[in-house]
């Protein structure tokens, strides 16, 4: 995902470069690490994430040749590797100059745990810059919380009708931890203008060439043992997104991702009185979500937190989607909610905040946090509001299992149930043969008798007779040659004496 960000300063590199099989975060730098421009006399730069992994990545980026508009203005970008492969280099139309991308690889382990952040509605404000502050302050744990990617699920910056001085600002803002992370974004409605053309010119996610979406408005990617979808609530009319979402959820592996995260903007539950649950999202959304087995929803639009219960068609059941709602990143907080809280809501909060995410690979569980801002001077210290625990769906974890064979032990004399069943069905299956044999055999009886009857009735020396008149003449021919053969003997008689 290549985002453009305007004049950032040398605190936005961080010293982690890093990739994993499911993206590479990067960074546009010299060689030393500075700040590069994209042409002389230009001031604008560019970060962003690949999904490959290192074969992906020679043969898909160094054959990649981007166009980026700056300042009314378009460049090409060139890249190839470096000679010792620790940069891939960029040489750009119009500039005798190589500019450099570190690029190095981390792959994520099965067995290795990691987190991830999520949140949506930041805008340009106080408030956003308290969340980033705080952000920091959890990114300074990373050794311990393994911080891989951020999610924003809608309503970026707020640059209405592709206000790129605003984008501008806002990719700014972020990037203190876009330099150190892949940042992965789904539309808002704020990202409404003309059909989301600067959302889409901003974000060209090679993602969505993986997923087979097409598009940076919906897309899948896995990361470790996760599946994850955004979606757009913006293009409910559109059955294209529908289709492609039910193909792409029949295609996971459960068997290397057992959990299945959607990020979308608008939610489908909501309690508070700002803006409430959206109907049409649940309409076009829930029973997909529902019938492939969706482990976690993650929401904005509602600039406040709420989580809900496994719920499907507004009722809690042992087993379904739970929705989180973390419009909570910057933009003004709703504070007005529901007098009676449904019994669906589980948290709610109207502070600002984030979600972070760890994952437990080994035990096979998400735990989730939302992280209020506590303001205290000078920064934001992020707190713990409500946590929770999930697993995948049962009907993901079902797996054959079959014992080792070094531990099967039978006794001598007598069968496994296994190995009954599979005599019981050779048995079946010989039975069935006997019997398509032996009505093989009596048509073969039958027809043959059938022919010998037709020819019998057609033979020539038979024409012109009757059945009768064929047996009186055949008893007329046996007593003729009796009488001849009486006659012989009596002539040998006469002989003898």
């Known amino acids: ?111 290795e745990n990691f987190s991830f952040l999520s949140y949506g509605d930041m805008d340009i404000n106080s408030n956003a810059e308290c969340t980033i502050s705080s ?61 989301f053309k600067a959302y889409q010119k901003h974000f060209s996610l090679i993602a969505g060439n993986e997923s087979e979406s097409q598009s940076n408005l919906y897309y899948s990617w896995n990361f470790a043992n996760i599946h994850f979808v955004a979606l757009s609530t913006e293009h409910l009319k559109d059955d294209r997104q529908k289709k492609w979402l039910i193909q792409d959820l029949k295609k996971v592996d459960t068997q290397k991702q ?38 976690l929803v993650l929401n904005g639009h509602v600039h406040a937190y709420e989580r809900t219960c496994p719920i499907n068609k507004g009722k809690c059941v042992d087993h379904g989607p739970i929705h989180v709602v973390a419009g909570t990143a910057g933009y003004n907080s709703n504070e007005m909610w529901e007098e009676s809280t449904p019994k669906w809501s589980l948290k709610r909060n109207s502070n600002h905040g984030y979600l972070q995410l760890f994952m437990d690979q080994k035990k096979k569980q998400l735990t989730i946090q939302f992280l209020e801002n506590n303001r205290v001077y000078p920064g934001c210290n992020p707190s713990i509001f409500d ?32 190995k009954k069943e599979q005599l019981y069905t050779v048995l079946w299956i010989l039975f069935l043969i006997f019997l398509v044999f032996i009505a093989a055999i009596i048509f073969m009886i039958t027809l043959f008798t059938c022919e010998l009857r037709k020819y019998n009735e057609t033979r020539p020396d038979r024409e012109g007779y009757t059945e009768v008149e064929q047996v009186e003449l055949d008893s007329e021919e046996e007593e003729h040659l009796m009488n001849d053969n009486l006659d012989q003997l009596d002539i040998l008689v006469d002989d003898d004496e």
Not at 260 to 267: K, N
């Open 387 to 418: 946590q929770f625990v999930i697993s995948p769906h049962p009907e993901k974890l079902k797996v054959e299992k079959k014992p080792p064979k070094d531990t099967v032990k039978e006794e001598h004399g007598k069968m496994s149930a296994s």
């Open 135 to 195: 952000i920091k302050k959890t990114m300074e744990h990373e050794d311990t919380s393994n911080l891989q990617f951020i999610i924003h699920q809608g309503d970026l910056g707020y640059a209405y009708w592709g206000d790129e001085n605003r984008w501008n600002e806002w990719f700014s803002e972020i990037s203190t931890i876009t330099a150190k992370y892949p940042y992965m974004v789904s539309p808002g409605n704020h990202e409404f203008d003309e059909q």
């Open 1 to 111: 995902m290549w985002t453009r960000d305007k004049e950032r300063s040398t605190e936005a590199f961080g010293e982690k470069k890093q990739d994993t099989d499911a993206f590479n975060n990067i960074l546009v730098q010299d060689e030393e690490g500075n700040d590069i421009k994209i042409a002389e006399g230009k001031e604008s730069f560019y970060s962003g994430t690949f999904g490959q992994n290192e074969d992906r990545f020679q043969k898909e980026v160094l054959s990649y040749e981007a166009t980026f508009e700056a300042h009314d203005k378009f460049f090409k970008i060139h890249p190839e590797y470096s000679s010792d492969r620790k940069y891939l280099k960029y040489k750009i139309d119009s500039d005798d100059n190589y500019y450099y991308i570190p690029y190095t690889k981390n792959t994520i382990d099965q067995q």
């Open 258 to 295: 057992p959990f299945t995260i959607a990020y979308l903007h608008r939610p489908m539950y909501s309690s508070n009185r700002n803006h409430g649950g959206h109907s049409q999202t649940q309409i076009y959304f829930e029973s997909i979500f529902v019938d492939h087995h969706v482990d």
